[in-house]
């Protein structure tokens, strides 16, 4: 089974910085794209961030200039490294992987249970 760990999530004072991790385990034979959603109380879930396995990353026009994704390979990882955080980026932060695994014949979305993030004073 596949399975997806993000940490890293916690309260931050608003310009303040956090790193959100995402560890994807299990039978994976190749992950094409990762990236990070969030859904904030009362909004609809929106993309934050992507990477895909070539390295081409896109962003929220929100977030462009103050987030950065990347990801390790080697280990099945991604990051968000988060800077200038503003309360507005309050939200639930859930990572997503476009993979393919030993267990199925197509490559599916997998998703993680989230990891919260709030940014106050």
């Known amino acids: 089974q596949v399975q997806l760990v993000e940490s890293g999530g916690g309260l931050v004072q608003p310009g303040g910085s956090l790193r959100l991790s995402c560890a994807a385990s299990?039978?994976?034979?190749?992950?094409?794209?990762m990236g990070w959603y969030r859904q904030a109380p009362g909004k609809q879930r929106e993309l934050v961030a992507a990477?895909?396995?070539?390295?081409?990353?896109n962003y929220a026009d929100s977030v462009k200039g103050r987030f950065t994704i990347s990801r390790d390979n080697a280990v099945h990882t991604a990051y968000l490294q988060m800077n200038s955080l503003r309360p507005e980026d309050t939200a639930l932060y859930s990572c997503?992987?476009?993979?393919?695994?030993?267990?199925?014949?197509?490559?599916?979305?997998?998703w993680g249970k989230g990891t919260p993030v709030t940014v106050s004073s």
């Open positions: 997503n992987a476009y993979l393919s695994s030993t267990t199925t014949a197509w490559a599916m979305d997998y």
């Open positions: 299990g039978n994976i034979v190749s992950i094409y794209r």
């Open positions: 990477i895909t396995n070539g390295g081409s990353t």
